[in-house]
Each structure stands twice: as structure tokens, then as C-alpha cells.
């Protein structure tokens, strides 16, 4: 196996664009591969653009009518007619060249998968993935077509008998969740806020998998407030057992930046630091239980300016093993890119200034009377014991 990473890239993924004021700003992407380009991590990866998906492959996961669907809407964007399908909503908006775009932001997904599984590269990053909310029949939640059940899917049909998925989106993972509920040989561990307070109210402790795939469902429904401190400590109390015992040979991550505390759509309270060192621990765990077989995706994020660049150009440094300092300052010519495309000042740092530091869940025990540890108790007790696993 390699052990150059891969990062997929096509320009033409900004195309994914629901209009003026949409909180999905495709300037997220572009800042992104601008700040990877002015710290040279593009020279550090190989940096790829797959096909976009085909029908057969996006029938891996969506039904044709809906594929049919999109294309039609994609055709006729200011028709009502495939609403049945959730496209022309607030949230996902149809617009012309909507199946194209989609399709190749899954095709790079796919790619990504097909790139780690044949061993030509050890890790693959597409920041423009992480779709996670798309069902087979229906768009959801700024998704069309679910690249990351794509990438899965596309695992599974190469011959992968065990693939993780671990998604750290503040949204719960649903429609990943959904594609794989009746399947053993995948195990999808969501961290998100509660469902009572936030889209798409799903992902209770106690959804855990169809009665064939018992306990290959995991979520974690952290208390809207949630910190560094808490959204860490949850992580280590539930991933790196689970991924321990279920051997997985590939891991598949979900990096959406909309934990932060300062996103606009939801109420997490998490800092750049400590997603970047989710970020780190994810790649330790691809190595100590998946051969080092690990494909990252974006995801959500609604800080397009201060946030997401930063997060995902985090991400593609630790691939890349050319992880950045938190203190490192970002490049000038990148905040005179930001300026010129968004009027915004850019941030000056690679950090938040914070330690991201927590105290695990079997150091201390856990507190009965604490929100979070009652979360994360309520998650162990659901999925452990089908692993077995002591809660």
C-alpha cells in the first residue's frame, strides 16, 4: 500500500449551489482548496478527480425513479413536480446542472473508497463529501445523492467484509444510517446534537440496527451546549472500543465543521481544536484497527469563512502526514483570497486558542446526574452488549 495520500478534487464541485443566501455557500469549497494550496498540502498529496458517479453506481444506494427525478428537476428547476422527492424545498432548492454536480461529488467519493481499497494510497479526503442526509428515494437536508452510503456501497461490492463508518457532523447521520440499517458487515457510529433540538430528529440511543445487523447502529445524542471537553470525552467513551471489536478493514469518516461553536445552524459548542484532534484520532484508529485503510469527507459547516477552510485543511494535513500546528499563522496571500471573494477578513491562526482536553470516561467514571454522561451511558447500554462489550 502506498502511504501517499490522495486528495480528490474537480473545480467543478463548486457548481453545487442552491442560490443566493443558502447557508450550503459553495465559497466554503473554494476557500478550502485555497488554503490547502498556500501551505503546499497539495504537494504533498496526490491530488485526483474521479468520473462522476453512473447510474449503476448511484443505484447502489438511491432508487432509479429518484435518480430519474433529479435529472428531471435538474432540467426544469423552477417546476414543482418532483417535491414527492424532496427537491424544490427551502432546504434543497432544485437547480439547473443539480444531477452533474451531485453526481460528481459522489464519483469523488467513490473514487476516494476505490483508491484506499486497492491499496494505492493508504488515505483519501474529499471535503466536498459528506452528503450523509440523502435517502434512497429522497433529497434531505442540502443532500442529493449520498456519496458517503456511495463510498460504502462501493467497499462492499469490491469485496469488504467490514467497513466502519464514524460520522462527527453535528446532524445526525441518517441517511448513511438508513442505507446500511439492515446490513452486518457495516457499522455507522454517529456523534450529533440531541434530536430534540435539531434537524433531522433522529438518531436516539436506541436506534441501533435491523434485527439481522443488532447493534451496528450506534448514536451518541450529545446535549445541545455540548463543549471540547464533553464532545471528546463522548468520542473516546464510544468509538474506539466499538471499532475495536468490530475489526473493520476500512474506516470511512464524516468531518462536518458545524459542531463549532460558532455555526449558525445548531448548538454544539466545539472548537477548531478539538475537531482537529477528533480528526487525529480518527487517523490513529484507521491505523490501529483498519491496516491504516481510512477515507475522510466534509460535510456540514455554515461558517464558510472562519471555520470550514480551516477544519478541512486541518483534516488534509493529517492525511497527508504534513499535520499543521495550531499556532501557525495562515498565509497572507490566503486572506487576501478571502477578502477578495467574500469581503470577510480571514482568521489569523490555525486554532480557536483552546487545549482540547477532557477527562475520559473510564478514568473518572461517569456522573449520574450529568446530561452527557447520561448520554453516553444510554448509548453504551444500547450497543455495547452486541459487541460484547461491558456498558
Sequence with gaps: MSGRAQLMWDEQVTGYDFGRGHPMDPVRLALTMGLVRAFGLDRAVTVAAAPAAGDSTLRLVHDAEYVAAVRRASADPRGLTELAYGLGTVDTPAFEGMHDVSALIAGQSVGAAEAVWRGEVAHAVNFAGGLHHAMPAMASGFCVYNDAALAVARLLELGAERVAYVDVDVHHGDGVQTAFWDDPRVLTISLH?????????????????????????????????????????????????????????????????????????????????????????????????????????????????????????????????????????????????????????????????????????????????DRLDQAILATRRAVFPPHGLLP
Design 193 to 369: 446534537e440531541h434530536p430534540r433540538t435539531l434537524f433531522p430528529q433522529t438518531g436516539w440511543p436506541e436506534e441501533t440496527g435491523g434485527a439481522s445487523a443488532e447493534g451496528t447502529a450506534v448514536n451518541v445524542a450529545l446535549p445541545a451546549g455540548t463543549g471540547d471537553e464533553g464532545w471528546l470525552r463522548a468520542f473516546h467513551a464510544v468509538v474506539p472500543e466499538l471499532l475495536a471489536a468490530f475489526r473493520p478493514q476500512v474506516l470511512v469518516s464524516q468531518h462536518g465543521a458545524d459542531t463549532h461553536f460558532e455555526d449558525p445552524l445548531a448548538h454544539l459548542a466545539v472548537s477548531l481544536d478539538a475537531q482537529r484532534a477528533v480528526a487525529e484520532a480518527l487517523h490513529g484508529l484507521a491505523h490501529e484497527h483498519a491496516g491504516g485503510r481510512w477515507v475522510a469527507l466534509g460535510g456540514g459547516g455554515y461558517a464558510v469563512v472562519d471555520v470550514v477552510p480551516r477544519t478541512w485543511t486541518h483534516l488534509v494535513g493529517i492525511a497527508a502526514g504534513r499535520p499543521i500546528a495550531p499556532e501557525t499563522e495562515t498565509p497572507e496571500e490566503w486572506r487576501a483570497e478571502v477578502y477578495r471573494r467574500t469581503r470577510q477578513m480571514g482568521p489569523l491562526r490555525m486554532t480557536d486558542g483552546r487545549d482540547a482536553a477532557f477527562t475520559g470516561f473510564e478514568d473518572a467514571g461517569y456522573d449520574p446526574a
